[in-house]
């Protein structure tokens, strides 16, 4: 079975840092490209990034995009997401999520997620 | 900026009842890359339907997915009160994921 489990949210004021984590198991991790997927009651679901199999394919919403930094651990079956100069706006349920390829540009889809971790940004 | 715009926002139905839910996309996209998901309360997105009309493994079939260019439906055919839920429709393009805004299937 296809597991997900996030971690790493947490309360930080605007301007810090925070790193998610995103434990994979039920599946071979570096088949699959991985995702980062946000969602806030406001602005419903929003994909930050992603990142193929070999980490030589990443992408970013414009949103994050010189603030986040994606990557991954094939040997730890461990994907994370840096969030530097955090911002109220980043205020979100935060996903891992596969799609069903090894290519980022083959990446159509996301077919299974986690659970979820919150992050809220604040003073 | 590309945008998929779902309609209605809200659809009141029975168990038992279709449901037709409408994703309208900003300019024409190739099918293959639309997709649809259930999210329920405090659980995360499922996906349901992928390529426009392809069933993820394990959806039931009263779940079908149609259309082409810039107009994709989802309908569930004789709603089970499992079904109450929102729904999601997905564009990918250019290396760029995008989510319609939901709509929200409850009950009557």
């Known amino acids: 079975e296809v597991q997900l489990l996030e971690s790493g949210g947490a309360l930080v004021q605007p301007g810090r840092s925070l790193r998610l984590s995103c434990a994979a198991s039920?599946?071979?991790?570096?088949?699959?490209?991985m995702h980062w997927v946000r969602q806030t009651p406001q602005k419903g679901l929003e994909w930050v990034s992603g990142?193929?199999?070999?980490?030589?394919?990443?992408g970013y919403a414009d949103s994050v995009r010189g603030r986040f930094t994606i990557s991954r651990d094939n040997a730890k079956n461990t994907l994370y997401l840096q969030m530097d100069g955090l911002r109220a706006e980043d205020t979100a349920f935060y996903y891992c999520?596969?799609?069903?390829?090894?290519?980022?540009?083959?990446?159509?889809?996301?077919?299974?997620w986690g659970q979820g971790t919150l992050v809220t940004v604040s003073s | 900026e590309f945008v998929l715009t779902q309609s209605p926002g809200t659809l009141s139905l029975s168990p038992g009842e279709s449901a037709t839910l409408s994703c309208r996309a900003s300019?024409?996209?190739?099918?293959?890359?639309l997709a649809w998901y259930q999210q329920k309360p405090g659980q995360s997105p499922r996906l349901l339907i992928y390529?426009?009309?392809t069933r993820a493994p394990g959806i039931p079939d009263r779940f079908s997915g149609s259309g082409s260019g810039t107009d994709f439906t989802l309908t569930i055919s004789k709603l089970e009160p499992e079904d109450f839920a929102v729904y999601y429709c997905?564009?990918?393009?250019?290396?760029?994921?995008?989510f319609g805004q939901g709509t929200k299937v409850d009950m009557k």
């Open positions: 039920g599946f071979t991790f570096d088949d699959y490209a």
């Open positions: 300019q024409s996209v190739e099918s293959s890359y």
């Open positions: 999520a596969t799609s069903p390829s090894q290519w980022l540009v083959r990446a159509y889809n996301f077919d299974n």
């Open positions: 990142i193929d199999w070999n980490s030589d394919d990443i």
């Open positions: 390529g426009a009309s």
């Open positions: 997905q564009h990918y393009g250019s290396s760029v994921w995008t």
